[in-house]
């Protein structure tokens, strides 16, 4: 199937632009002077001038009407169809000769399309564009399918119809945030398809740990994704954390993002255990401070890391770091904590 042109998106416009007055938006003409007529109630025309009325008060800065955020500028997207969701295909202006790319899975609620409406998101993915990675922005084949079977065949097809569309390198990075962390690591470790490096942001990578826990709508969501009476054990081979503690997958070049004051994927048992066994001398690890999905934790530095983790993997690439936010530290010993501010307004769950 040819894949459709995806038109850039006029949220901004679209949000900032007023609708149309009504008739009853719009103020009557004033009568010409001849035609107006003391009713009863008038004063007489020779009355005393009446004292004029208070003027409004302005309006305070405060109760003007913010704009919206600006969205990071994006090329046109190829947008795949599927019943579970369109994934978007972004490409950098040029591959020269061939480009790498990057999968990105989503976080417990988000979707692809709602993704492209997230400022942080977008920035994100417009600046692994600009260092030439291909980015396909994946549906997961929903909102919250916790790493489950059918996300993992929704991934292997958008993939395998987007390393068609352009002149691909053979190197696959997945960048998982939050829920996103299952499918990322799941994709490399069964092999679903070849994956060269990981990239995980406060990242759910204990499985076990969700199904056993207090949150119940997390539990719910769960035995939908999986189709699992409650209590029930979870299948083999679907816990990146326990069930792949391998000499294989601990060679993973993996780059971890994650806070200690993460109350909702708590980062000792998931990103910082799995970071703990790794082997690859290109794994990293970035200790933030802040809730889970905190602000800072997409901003610039993130992506200075990605691209850093990214470079070491790419042979013809250079790292170009700016200036980073947070200490990192190669291989597994630990790095002293970073700034963070509190998330982006409206980010879901886990």
């Given at each position: 199937m040819k894949p459709a042109l995806f038109p850039p998106l006029l949220l901004t416009a679209l949000l900032a632009a007023g609708s149309p007055a009504s008739?009853?938006?719009?103020?009557?003409?004033?009568?010409?002077?001849?035609?107006v007529q003391p009713s009863p109630t008038s004063p007489p025309q020779d009355a005393a001038p009446q004292p004029p009325a208070t003027p409004a008060i302005p309006a305070s800065p405060q109760d003007a009407p913010t704009a919206p955020p600006l969205l990071p500028e994006l090329p046109e997207a190829l947008r795949f169809a599927h019943p579970l969701g369109e994934a978007f295909l972004f490409l950098p202006a040029a591959c020269a000769p061939?480009?790498?790319l990057v999968v990105v899975s989503h976080s417990r609620g988000m979707t692809a399309d709602l993704s492209l409406t997230r400022p942080h998101l977008r920035a994100i993915y417009a600046r692994l564009l600009g260092a030439g990675f291909a980015v396909l922005?994946?549906?997961?084949?929903g909102p919250t399918t916790w790493g489950a079977p059918q996300a993992?065949?929704?991934?292997?097809?958008?993939?395998?119809?987007a390393i068609q569309s352009f002149a691909f390198?053979?190197?696959?990075?997945?960048?998982g945030y939050s829920m996103g962390g299952l499918p990322a690591l799941l994709t490399a470790y069964?092999?679903?398809?070849?994956?060269?490096?990981?990239?995980?942001?406060?990242?759910?990578?204990?499985?076990?740990d969700v199904w056993t826990g207090p949150n119940a709508t997390f539990r719910a969501d769960m035995s939908a994704a999986y189709d699992l009476p409650s209590g029930?054990?979870?299948?083999r081979a679907r816990d990146p954390y326990n069930d792949f503690a391998t000499p294989e997958a601990a060679r993973l070049p993996i780059l971890v993002v994650g806070s200690a004051e993460d109350r909702v994927v708590p980062f000792a048992r998931n990103g910082e255990a799995l970071f703990a066994r790794t082997t690859s001398p290109q794994s990293r690890i970035v200790r933030l401070t802040g809730p889970h999905l905190g602000g800072t934790h997409f901003g610039p530095a993130l992506v200075d890391e990605m691209l850093a983790f990214l470079a070491g993997l790419e042979p013809a690439r250079k790292a170009v770091p700016e200036t980073p936010a947070a200490p990192v530290t190669p291989g597994p010993s630990p790095a002293a904590p970073g700034p963070a501010t509190p998330g982006p307004p409206g980010e879901e769950g886990r």
């Open positions: 008739a009853q938006d719009v103020p009557p003409a004033p009568a010409p002077p001849s035609s061939s480009c790498s922005v994946s549906n997961d084949a993992l065949t929704y991934l292997a097809e958008m993939r395998a119809r390198s053979g190197r696959t990075y997945n960048f069964l092999p679903v398809y070849p994956v060269s490096g990981v990239m995980l942001l406060d990242a759910e990578v204990n499985l076990t029930a054990p979870l299948p």
